[in-house]
């Protein structure tokens, strides 16, 4: 963790002369350890376990992906290596974000081949994390302005950043989806899944969480229906769960993988019982095979760690295929998930962001970058992008 808070000026990099594996400004010995075990994943051999999380980066000018995306990519692939792409719209209607990329054009889809093409060509393995924003959103996104979509007419509580990507509104009022009107956003997710391996992609990652659309329908804290789409577990899990039949149907399960995050309460999605809702989840979709479940640790907030007594271990055992966690790991906490079995793979976000050669830094227990919250979401091309360094740019800018 002290790591993390060395700055990147030669001075201070250089006071540092006990970490273990790295000594005086040179790496040593490196060690071994559970995350850089190899893992069979289905159809696909992974070298090590460290997974870079999706993260939207908003960078897609007008939802369509850019070649600075292709550096983005390669910086952070290593030869067996999995990486989830950026969340990535699958229609029209599922945008909330100032330029986050899509799926569902042609266009789109071949200025993506580019990015996949990238990946490939340095050995890793690419999903692509698709999406559907649902009420988080805004009139300013939603095509002539009509509401977003959700599974309620409830209005999600704080602002938004507009299209423009300098101004903020609140959220629009949703319009909650018509039984008959389902099928077509199920349709959407399975012809954006179709795009995303006529990209090139390995396969796809449904975002089932974090309050967006497929969670609105998840949680019972904001799903109020009376149809077969509300009320109980069973119903407010059908959503989800015909969109995952659909996509296995169309790409084959050993390609599919899924988000949840029964326990976090992003844009006001809670639940009245977690992790009920979670291990039912994982049981259900044991019926359709797929090649992971990836959920996100109870404890997890975007501002700390919070208390909890609940672990993943319930659901992780529920589920029969491959398992991944993420929030927050740390390269301790990271290689105790893969001991404790709660996981098969770890998943990191915002230390893959800042440390684009992240598994070569945990190998070595090398120094980490700290990553700039402030250029999470900016639309630069390059800062806060593809410019945080590698280890070797550091170590030669510390030397005297």
Do not use: W
């Given at each position: 963790m002290g790591a993390e808070a060395i700055a990147l000026d030669g001075e201070k990099l250089s006071s540092v002369v006990e970490i273990s594996g790295y000594v005086d400004g040179e790496i040593g010995p490196p060690e071994k350890m559970?995350?850089?075990?190899?893992?069979?994943?289905?159809?696909?051999?992974?070298?090590?376990?460290?997974?870079?999380?999706?993260?939207?980066?908003?960078?897609?000018?007008?939802?369509?992906?850019?070649?600075?995306?292709?550096?983005?990519?390669?910086?952070?692939?290593?030869?067996?290596?999995?990486?989830?792409?950026e969340a990535t719209g699958v229609s029209e209607t599922s945008n909330g974000y100032p330029h986050a990329p899509g799926i569902w054009s042609q266009e789109q889809v071949e200025a993506w081949k580019p990015i996949v093409k990238a990946v490939h060509d340095k050995g890793g393995i690419f999903f692509c994390q698709i999406w559907h924003v649902g009420r988080v959103s805004h009139t300013d996104y939603q095509p002539n302005g009509a509401a977003p979509l959700s599974s309620t007419n409830k209005?999600?509580?704080?602002?938004?950043?507009?299209?423009?990507?300098?101004?903020t509104a609140d959220a629009s009022v949703p319009r909650a989806l018509k039984i008959e009107e389902i099928p077509k956003i199920v349709e959407d997710f399975r012809l954006a899944a179709r795009n995303a391996i006529l990209a090139g992609f390995d396969g796809v990652e449904i975002h089932?969480?974090?309050?967006?659309?497929?969670?609105?329908?998840?949680?019972?804290?904001?799903?109020?229906?009376?149809?077969?789409?509300?009320?109980?577990?069973?119903?407010?899990?059908?959503?989800?769960?015909?969109?995952?039949?659909?996509?296995?149907?169309?790409?084959?399960?050993?390609?599919?993988?899924?988000?949840?995050?029964?326990?976090?309460?992003?844009f006001g999605a809670s639940?009245?019982?977690?992790?009920?809702?979670?291990?039912?989840?994982?049981?259900?979709?044991?019926?359709?095979n797929i090649l992971y479940a990836h959920y996100v640790e109870p404890r997890f907030s975007f501002n700390g760690d919070v208390a909890t007594d609940h672990?993943?271990?319930?659901?992780?055992?529920?589920?029969?295929?491959?398992?991944?966690?993420?929030?927050?790991?740390?390269?301790?906490?990271?290689?105790?998930?893969?001991?404790?079995?709660?996981?098969?793979?770890?998943?990191?976000?915002?230390?893959?962001?800042?440390?684009?050669?992240?598994?070569?830094?945990?190998?070595?227990?090398?120094?980490?970058?700290?990553?700039?919250?402030?250029?999470?979401?900016?639309?630069?091309?390059?800062?806060?992008?593809t410019d945080y360094p590698f280890l070797d740019q550091v170590l030669h800018n510390a030397s005297p």
């Open positions: 559970p995350l850089l075990t190899p893992y069979q994943l289905g159809p696909f051999h992974l070298s090590h376990r460290i997974v870079l999380a999706p993260l939207t980066r908003c960078r897609s000018y007008n939802t369509i992906p850019q070649p600075h995306a292709a550096l983005f990519y390669a910086q952070r692939t290593t030869p067996g290596g999995l990486l989830i792409a209005r999600m509580e704080g602002q938004l950043t507009l299209p423009s990507g300098t101004e089932g969480a974090h309050g967006y659309l497929i969670d609105q329908f998840l949680r019972d804290g904001i799903n109020d229906r009376t149809d077969a789409y509300g009320g109980s577990l069973e119903n407010r899990s059908r959503f989800a769960l015909e969109i995952v039949e659909a996509i296995v149907d169309e790409i084959g399960a050993e390609k599919v993988g899924i988000r949840l995050s029964p326990f976090t309460n992003f639940d009245s019982d977690p992790m009920g809702l979670g291990i039912h989840l994982a049981k259900a979709l044991n019926k359709y672990t993943l271990l319930p659901i992780r055992k529920a589920f029969k295929n491959s398992f991944f966690a993420a929030g927050g790991f740390t390269r301790e906490s990271g290689n105790e998930a893969i001991v404790s079995g709660i996981a098969d793979a770890v998943v990191y976000g915002r230390l893959f962001l800042a440390n684009p050669d992240l598994p070569k830094r945990f190998e070595l227990n090398a120094p980490l970058n700290p990553y700039n919250r402030d250029t999470f979401y900016t639309q630069d091309p390059v800062v806060g992008y």
